[in-house]
């Protein structure tokens, strides 16, 4: 019999403006095994846990109830609190009285009576519980970085300064990802390689980093401490020991009608190529698409040319299989598709542009040497058009719904660079409205405007279109109420961003929640901004939420402090919640271990005693280590055999009785 | 076949060539469209405001009669669809103006936008088929052809599921299936002006102008349109830069059964 006390929180008034407390402690008074119960103003104040401290030692209490907010809150503040006063952590349930029921009903007398419904429902649980021990598990001290772009760097270079090794997994064949892509950044406008290249040297340099390019995660097993992750390293066809980087075999290579996606496919590319002159690694990388010679058989003149012999035509992917404690998930972002916005006619007109294209043209690596010059036709654009918001805060379903966050600045960038390059230009920019938080940012914008002279048009455009070789772009004038026609030269859409799509495949390998428009969640929009909710997961850069430079890298060092806050434990506490088979029970049809995500159930054979006979039979084990609690076996097992400590079918059931009551 | 049919008023006065032609065609097509009973005006511009319901109910009553007869409502002036079609989608989703509506009307058993409301051309391409239509044409166009859209058939976009409004290709479609070349010019889908004209006189003038030399400039001989509005703007403050017909008086062109 256990001797329960319960504890209902007012939550100053969240929960006691809707909910009557003091009737919620007194209708569970009798309730069975309940010895004691009381509200308090905040429950989660130290004097509130004294008083739950003082109630277990004054009345012996065996568990104890709390009523309050959500377990995602305070379930760790009172499992400590009940430890202090020698109860085991295990006896504590939470009653969500607060998101569950104040938060979410008005009238007063409802909410009540659900909040003595929440609250019972707990009792019957503690009623069932028993203490549990949590088990130990090493922390294996390596952390893996998915994705190099400069989240992913700037998070394994802090990792690898406090002592860990660190792997970056990049999929294209060199890190730097989009920051590499940039000309200039705001609001300092200082070189964007110049400040992204030094970094990416230190990687290279760095003892504690490996970086394996051209390679992709493929499979992730294990849990916090321990995770297990198989990664395939795509065949490049150069041995990157052997490779120099002379670049000869890009001279040599007939093939040269490639798209050089570094360049936003402006321009072409030889089949085999280093990406650009600062990539790292410094290696080549053969497209096989486009290789004559492993398409035909034919051709091999690359490997004739290279000095190093590092060519080779018959390299595979290959497998790698490595251990972590940590995951940390920097997969960036790519712009939309803009094939959907007919209006501004993307598709149709060569000169009708993005913004990352521009940057491209805007570099002096880029296609045309850092000349502004328009695609169509090489000439010097005289009038530019930006239109900002293109599938941003878009409810019409071609595009996003949220606000990229980063386009008012870039584009107030771009108007600027070009109004500095080039005075004579005249540059024109659509906007619904100007965006620029930040320190410096607004600033920034305003130096567009009033110094720069570049004409902000409050408005949307609606169409855009060519006439006589003339982009005529159609759009409104708020403020002035009238409809404008602007004929330019070059057209800049500044599309929205979205995350690079492979972060789906990742967020399924690493059971990671991810939102609608494909962000990955974090643990707590305020207090939890960089763990995902899968223990041993953080999220850096946009994969999380739209962000620019400065918060990407804000972001990644606060995900190495939390990986590096892990890899220094030794060993870590394990989840007692596990699952377990009842050998007598179970009959080994392995339908437990087929539905198990985390591979946790193994099958032996073991002789049991079964009415008064002895059988060798197979049944079901469970790795405590490797269970993460997830209860999906319980409810597969046909035979009942499988139970969750903690979480029983009993304890369930009781739960369910009580709710069912009313 | 049978098909309901809602003509509207304007197709009974100033654009009657649009409803006859659009008959003749539909005959020797295969389809046969009945004119649904006692029909009133649509209302003629779809009402914004949440509580306007008067002016919705005769779109509700020719939808439920066409509820009876066969489910499906065939409409051709792009005003009256826009109308129609809008109405029963406030009927389908929008709880409020669906029990207003039915209250007010005392239907014997309440409309909830279960007609399906189609567009004559809607009707060409997936009842009939242009394929069908391709293989009837005796006399091919053979001559270049703008399709001119307007808005009321394409926005809101959501709500007509007309076709992209922003590169929209049905009519384009009808001209390759009677003999024609389609012309894309840029002003096909922008507004001719509608009833600001009685306001401001010259912006339909300005539009209709302005839409008839971009079809010119890109090659069109005529420009087709579904929309009396339209035709009538067009025709009226358009300085004659281009013929402008009703996409109807093409068809039954090509199918020979032109009066």
């Known amino acids: ?295 035909t058989g034919k051709c091999g003149l690359c490997q004739k040319v290279c000095g190093a012999g590092a060519i080779d035509y018959t390299q595979k992917d290959e497998y790698i299989e490595r251990g972590y404690g940590a995951i940390v998930v920097a997969t960036g972002f790519k712009p939309i598709e803009l094939n959907a916005f007919n209006e501004f006619g993307y598709s149709e007109n060569q000169d009708v542009i993005t913004s990352l294209e521009l940057e491209r043209i805007m570099n002096a690596a880029g296609p045309t040497n850092g000349v502004l010059l328009r695609p169509s036709d090489g000439e010097h654009p005289k009038v530019i058009t930006f239109i900002q918001c293109v599938g941003s805060r878009d409810t019409s379903g071609c595009g996003k719904p949220y606000c990229s966050k980063i386009c008012c600045m870039y584009t107030a960038k771009h108007a600027m660079l070009i109004r500095e390059k080039y005075p004579d230009t005249e540059v024109h920019v659509f906007y619904i409205d100007v965006r620029t938080p930040g320190k410096n940012y607004d600033e920034f914008f305003r130096r567009a405007v009033e110094q720069y002279g570049v004409d902000y048009i409050k408005g949307m455009v609606g169409k855009v279109y060519n006439e006589n070789g003339k982009l005529m772009v159609q759009g409104s004038n708020l403020i002035d109420n009238e409809q404008v026609l602007i004929e330019s030269d070059l057209v800049v859409l500044a599309a929205a961003i979205e995350p690079e799509p492979s972060v789906r495949k990742i967020a399924t390998l690493l059971t990671a929640s991810i939102d609608t428009n494909n962000f990955l969640t974090e643990s707590h929009a305020k207090l939890r901004p960089v763990e995902s909710p899968t223990a041993g997961v953080y999220l850096a850069g946009v994969c999380q939420g739209p962000k620019d430079i400065p918060e990407t890298v804000s972001q990644a060092s606060a995900c190495a402090a939390k990986v590096i806050g892990l890899l220094v434990k030794d060993k870590l506490k394990t989840n007692p919640c596990v699952a377990s088979a009842n050998e007598t029970m179970c009959n080994g049809c392995s339908q437990c271990a087929s539905v198990c995500p985390y591979g946790a159930i193994t099958y032996v054979e073991k002789e049991l005693r079964v009415d008064g006979k002895t059988e060798l039979r197979r049944i079901a084990s469970v790795n405590p280590a490797v269970c993460q609690g997830c209860g999906a076996c319980t409810v597969t097992c046909p035979s009942g055999a499988m139970d969750l400590k903690g979480f029983s079918s009993k304890q369930i059931m009781s739960e369910v009785e009580e709710i069912c009551k009313r | 076949m049978k098909i309901c049919y809602y003509p509207g008023c304007t197709l009974k006065t100033k654009s009657q060539a649009l409803d006859q032609t659009a008959r003749l065609a539909a005959l020797a097509l295969g389809v046969e469209m009945e004119e649904i009973e006692n029909w009133q005006c649509c209302g003629a511009v779809y009402p914004m405001a949440r509580d306007e319901i008067a002016t919705k109910l005769s779109a509700v009553r020719a939808l439920d009669y066409a509820k009876h007869n066969g489910g499906r409502l065939l409409t051709l002036c792009s005003a009256c669809h826009n109308v129609i079609k809008r109405t029963n989608e406030d009927m389908r989703s929008d709880g409020e103006i669906c029990s207003r509506a039915n209250n007010y009307l005392q239907l014997e058993e309440s409309y909830r936008g279960e007609t399906e409301v189609l567009h004559y051309l809607e009707m060409l391409k997936t009842v009939v088929g242009f394929d069908n239509i391709a293989q009837k044409v005796v006399k091919p166009l053979n001559r270049k052809v703008g399709a001119y859209y307007g808005c009321l058939l394409l926005r809101p976009s959501g709500v007509m599921a007309f076709d992209n409004p922003e590169n929209p290709t049905i009519i384009e479609d009808f001209i390759r299936a009677l003999g024609g070349t389609p012309v894309i010019y840029p002003f096909r889908n922008e507004c001719c002006g509608a009833y600001v004209g009685l306001k401001n006189p010259d912006l339909p003038k300005k539009q209709s102008e302005r839409i008839l030399r971009s079809a010119k400039e890109k090659g069109a001989e005529e420009v087709i349109t579904a929309c009396p509005l339209c035709l009538y703007n067009l025709n009226e403050k358009g300085s004659g830069i281009l013929p402008v017909k009703y996409f109807t008086e093409l068809l039954a062109e090509a199918l020979g059964v032109k009066s």
């Open chain 1, 1 to 295: 019999m256990q001797r329960i006390g319960v504890f209902i929180c007012w939550c100053g008034s969240n929960i006691a403006a809707t909910v009557d407390v003091e009737r919620v402690a007194d209708a569970v008074k009798k309730d069975q095994g309940v010895v004691y119960s009381a509200t308090y103003q905040y429950m989660c104040s130290e004097n509130g846990q004294q008083l739950i401290k003082n109630a277990i030692k004054e009345h012996s209490l065996t568990g104890i109830v709390v009523g309050s907010c959500s377990p995602r809150m305070h379930e760790a503040t009172f499992r400590k609190t009940a430890e202090a006063a020698g109860l085991n952590s295990y006896m504590v349930e939470i009653a969500n009285i607060r998101e569950h029921c104040s938060w979410i009903h008005k009238d007063r007398e409802e909410a009540t009576e659900k909040a003595i419904i929440l609250v019972r429902t707990a009792i019957a649980k503690v009623n069932l519980n028993a203490p549990l021990s949590a088990g130990e598990s090493p922390v294996i001290k390596r952390a893996l970085v998915i994705g190099g772009g400069i989240a992913g760097i700037q998070a394994a270079l802090d990792i690898a300064e406090a002592g860990f090794e660190v792997d970056i997994v990049e999929k294209n064949a060199t890190i730097g990802g989009r920051m590499a892509q940039i000309d200039k950044t705001f609001p300092t406008l200082d070189c964007s390689a110049c400040i992204l290249t030094p970094k990416m040297v230190d990687c290279a340099q760095n003892e504690k980093i490996d970086i394996l390019s051209y390679s992709e995660v493929e499979e992730v097993k294990g849990f916090v401490g321990n995770f297990s992750v198989k990664i395939k390293r795509k065949a490049r066809f150069v041995d990157e020991k052997k490779c120099t980087g002379c670049k000869l075999c890009m001279e040599k290579c007939p093939s040269k009608k490639g798209l050089d996606e570094f360049n936003m496919k402006l321009n072409k590319r030889p089949a085999i190529y280093i990406p650009f002159a600062q990539a790292i690694p410094n290696v080549a990388v053969i497209d096989p698409e486009q290789c004559i010679k492993l398409k």
